[in-house]
């Protein structure tokens, strides 16, 4: 039988993996911060202001205790415990050409029964290459057919409704996939699950890596680095205003630093900031739509 | 009886003599965008990237038609029309020893009989004055009170609690006033309602242009600025977490671009960052919570 224990080693170690790929990328070292729950458990968050990653958080936490009012509410259920275990990154690159990337592996258990995964894995690039977007969603798909048809459809229709600024009718960036609730049925053990989450956190370094080594270096200039500082504002509307997992934590006390380490080192707004007609900027601007199908676009 | 087009009449005026006191102190002038809304009305935002104000907006808008479903769900009342006029403005100065200001009065009617009045005015110094907060608490008490003694008291905690940032456990600033669904009552009737918004809009040049003129050609240097940027990040984290407006318009589709008018230029955010000992910006960090006396204080 699948223990929550293992879930959240294996989380851990994860965690490690991915900030030591990172250390030996950027040059820098991430500061850890141990923190405990007073309610029970408590997380391990390390975050960079390093030399490609302007400001990152890479975040692994293991918490439990009774489950939150919120929880209960929502799913209608009588009061009962919880556990939560997961790794959450988000990198703020300094070089408008590198994208953003999140990643999110969770588990959620509940002391009648309910075990879930969620998560996944999304890419916000200041400017869109279409080669890299296809490079990416491919990626994502290999991961995906590895364990389930469906599974990169599904969830990349996921992402694409998820990461959506409504008020801006815009796409976060070229998203990914997002799933959540991923429980044994009749076709999935949870042990399934697991393997496939397991995958997508394995994933995030053989994605991301490629994409700084490309990009680090290439040269920007004023109006590059002002649009990614616009893009950057739209990060945090749509982390502020619509991201459950940012929301959730915020009304229930959840640790302010470690939820909000998402928000970009600076951003900016423009009142009614217009792209030029024919630019790299319009160009984004028009990708920023659901319903593309990178894999088929490059 | 007081009649809806005057009121609105009333409002654009004084966004008339708002943003002229504003030019005249800054040097630069607004620009203005006149748009209309499908269902009904329409407004004029004038926005500035001046001199003194690095970013700010004030604008007007009437709007009517049926009311949102949102609204009427919150009400629970059966579909009726409504009319909604008002004049917002939130200034963003270049240096860090000018507050932001925020105002705005607003009046709302529906088909059924419903008459609101609200508004208020509310200070965030990046650096708080004591005495400045004194005088600017004192200056709106004096409003107040021309009208009902216990005017100030109730609305200041209501601004008290309603700019209250709740995951830092911080106020947004020193306060003000703030007051909603101001309705004819037995002490009040709803032109009384009017002549007190009105004596608050009146009262922003006054209180303001003092607050440009005595620190606008303060020095600051790089660790001021920083602390700007970071008190900027906290007041996007205040509007787009928990402002009732921000969120209410966003969901109702209203125009993003006045709504988000009220965001900073630049902001800023660092992970766990922590001010110095005995520094200026843990004294201002101190002040901001509620229910502190800032007229007794200076």
Not at 76 to 83: G, I, N, T
Not at 129 to 152: G, P, R, T
Not at 241 to 268: C, H, W
């Amino acid at each position: 039988m699948l223990k929550k224990e293992v879930i959240a080693e294996t989380f851990k170690n994860l965690q490690d993996t991915i900030t030591s790929g990172l250390e030996k990328a950027d040059g820098k070292k991430f500061n850890e911060d141990i923190w405990q729950r007073a309610e029970g458990g408590g997380g391990r968050t390390r975050t960079i202001e390093g030399t490609v990653i302007e400001k990152g958080g890479v975040a692994f936490s293991a918490v439990y205790g009774k489950t939150p009012e919120k929880i209960l509410q929502a799913l209608q259920l009588p009061p009962s415990d919880f556990y939560a275990t997961g790794v959450s990154l988000v990198l703020h690159p300094a070089n408008p050409w590198v994208p953003i990337i999140h990643m999110n592996i969770r588990y959620f258990e509940m002391s009648n029964g309910t075990k879930w995964f969620g998560g996944g894995i999304d890419l916000t690039p200041h400017y869109i290459s279409k080669q890299e977007a296809s490079i990416f969603h491919q990626q994502l798909k290999n991961v995906c057919d590895k364990y389930y048809s469906d599974y990169y459809s599904k969830f990349k229709q996921w992402a694409d409704d998820y990461f959506f600024i409504k008020h801006r009718n815009e796409t976060r960036g070229i998203g990914g996939i997002f799933f959540d609730r991923l429980s044994e049925d009749s076709d999935f053990t949870i042990e399934d699950r697991f393997e496939f989450v397991k995958s997508v956190g394995n994933a995030f370094l053989p994605i991301y890596l490629p994409l700084i080594d490309s990009n680090r270096n290439k040269a920007f200039d004023e109006k590059e680095k002002q649009w990614q500082y616009l893009r950057r504002g739209r990060y945090v509307e749509f982390n502020l205003v619509y991201d459950k997992g940012t929301k959730f934590g915020l009304d229930t006390n959840g640790r302010t630093e470690s939820i909000l380490m998402s928000l970009p080192p600076t951003a900016q707004w423009k009142y009614d900031f217009n792209v030029e007609k024919g630019s790299p900027e319009e160009a984004t601007l028009s990708l920023l739509k659901k319903d593309i199908n990178w894999i088929g676009l490059a």
